[in-house]
């Protein structure tokens, strides 16, 4: 799973809050337009950025490859045609290029993860965000992505567990059954530890920010992105074709 890893490559260096404005700009310019073209421009920022933050585009769909079935799921059936049954492949490519778009802001979102540290979202997040709803919300994005991965270790160890005890004959609805309850109880265990953990550690509403630099690299990112939001808006509304 995709997560916070130290580095110095060019995404690491850069603030958090340019990096935020450049995923914004990049969303909206990804959901502008389908068309070929446009799309294929997307995808070369987005590889660039997958390249400055050296994240492997395999990782990221082995991390979302759920993420991915569902959204191709659609696609892949409308690539059949059932009367009579045949392959259709040009009724699978217009909503190919549409749900694609949601892939490549998960491959940026990913670069954005591995190269920020979660500290620094959520005091981005607090800084810009007023009032206890900044700090809710801060500190909700904060827990979230440091409860998945354990989360998810859990469930891959008990289902390990299962197939060395021969789990993998019983049906796939007992297999689910058991894997989801197990992970209820996982989950509930781990938030009261958690819970026990914070007020162990004295936990703060309002803790000592890290220190922000805004450098001439993250001026250059930040009007990127500002400039990837005007042209997607832009083409939303028809001024520019």
Same mark, same amino acid.
């Given at each position: =799973?995709?997560?916070?890893?130290?580095?110095?490559?060019?995404?690491?260096?850069?603030?958090? %809050?340019?990096?935020?404005? #450049?995923?914004?700009?990049?969303?909206?310019?990804? &959901?502008?337009? $389908?068309?070929?073209? /446009?799309?294929?421009?997307?995808?070369?920022?987005?590889?660039?950025?997958?390249?400055?933050?050296?994240?492997? $585009?395999?990782?990221?769909?082995?991390?979302? /490859? #759920?993420? #991915?079935?569902?959204?191709?799921?659609?696609?892949?059936?409308?690539?059949?045609?059932?009367?009579?049954?045949?392959?259709? $492949?040009?009724?699978?490519?217009?909503?190919?290029?549409?749900?694609?778009?949601?892939?490549?802001?998960? &491959?940026?979102?990913?670069?954005?993860? %591995?190269?920020? $540290?979660?500290?620094?979202?959520?005091?981005?997040?607090?800084?810009?965000?007023?009032?206890?709803?900044?700090?809710?919300?801060?500190?909700?994005?904060?827990?979230?992505?440091?409860?998945?991965?354990?989360?998810?270790?859990?469930?891959?160890?008990?289902?390990?567990? =299962?197939?060395?005890?021969?789990?993998?004959?019983?049906?796939?609805?007992?297999?689910?059954?058991?894997?989801?309850?197990?992970?209820?109880?996982?989950?509930?265990?781990?938030?009261?530890?958690?819970?026990?953990?914070?007020?162990?550690?004295? &936990?703060? /509403?309002?803790?000592?920010?890290?220190? #922000?630099?805004?450098?001439?690299?993250?001026?250059?990112?930040?009007?990127?992105?500002?400039?990837?939001?005007?042209?997607?808006?832009?083409?939303?509304?028809?001024?520019?074709?």
């Amino acid at each position: =799973m995709i997560s916070y890893t130290p580095g110095g490559t060019f995404a690491h260096r850069l603030d958090a %809050r340019s990096k935020l404005l #450049f995923q914004f700009g990049f969303a909206i310019a990804a &959901f502008a337009s $389908p068309t070929p073209r /446009w799309l294929a421009a997307v995808v070369v920022v987005a590889a660039l950025a997958l390249l400055g933050s050296r994240t492997s $585009p395999v990782a990221v769909v082995r991390t979302y /490859w #759920f993420v #991915f079935v569902l959204l191709f799921s659609g696609p892949a059936i409308d690539l059949v045609a059932l009367s009579p049954l045949r392959l259709t $492949p040009g009724r699978a490519v217009a909503p190919s290029l549409a749900v694609s778009r949601v892939g490549l802001v998960l &491959f940026v979102g990913a670069a954005y993860v %591995r190269t920020t $540290p979660i500290r620094e979202t959520r005091a981005t997040i607090q800084r810009y965000v007023p009032g206890n709803a900044g700090r809710l919300l801060g500190v909700g994005v904060a827990l979230t992505a440091r409860f998945l991965p354990v989360l998810r270790r859990d469930l891959t160890a008990a289902r390990t567990a =299962m197939r060395a005890r021969l789990g993998g004959e019983r049906p796939v609805t007992d297999r689910l059954g058991r894997l989801g309850r197990l992970g209820l109880v996982r989950a509930f265990e781990r938030a009261d530890r958690l819970a026990l953990a914070l007020r162990a550690r004295c &936990f703060s /509403w309002e803790p000592t920010p890290p220190r #922000f630099r805004f450098t001439a690299a993250d001026a250059v990112v930040s009007l990127l992105g500002g400039g990837l939001a005007v042209a997607g808006l832009a083409v939303l509304l028809g001024l520019w074709p």
